[in-house]
């Protein structure tokens, strides 16, 4: 069992940066982490997932170069660092644990646990 707490939501206008943090007990180390968004009206998608024995990422096209997933391993924390925001990164952003970086960047299908999410508004 992992749970997922995250925090660090809010608003931003455009251009701006905010860094979403997600902290996990349980047995995270187990699973690799990443993060998804749920925009308005629209399927929950990838947006970038870590692997915890060697920080290796892989991001979704739309926010490569912008945003970028790290983690505390002492923590147990993983963060979302992102810059240069747009309106159309608006969504509840999602902390998710799944058994592979690889296969969370498939989809949803690659999730076994999330969090309840974090609201990311970016004005225009």
């Known amino acids: 069992q992992v749970q997922l707490v995250e925090s660090g939501g809010g608003l931003m206008q455009t251009g701006g940066s905010l860094r979403l943090s997600c902290a996990a007990s349980?047995?995270?180390?187990?699973?690799?982490m990443g993060w998804f968004r749920q925009a308005p009206g629209k399927e929950r998608e990838f947006v970038a997932s870590?692997?915890?024995?060697?920080?290796?990422?892989t991001y979704a096209d739309s926010v490569k170069g912008r945003f970028t997933i790290s983690s505390d391993k002492a923590e147990n924390t993983v963060f979302l660092q992102m810059n240069s925001l747009k309106p159309e990164d608006t969504a509840v952003y999602y902390c998710?644990?799944?058994?592979?970086?690889?296969?969370?960047?498939?989809?949803?299908?690659?999730?076994?646990?999330w969090g309840k999410g974090t609201l990311v508004t970016v004005s225009s």
């Open positions: 349980g047995r995270p180390f187990s699973y690799s």
């Open positions: 870590i692997s915890w024995s060697n920080d290796y990422a």
């Open positions: 998710a644990a799944g058994l592979t970086r690889q296969a969370m960047a498939l989809g949803v299908s690659g999730v076994y646990y």
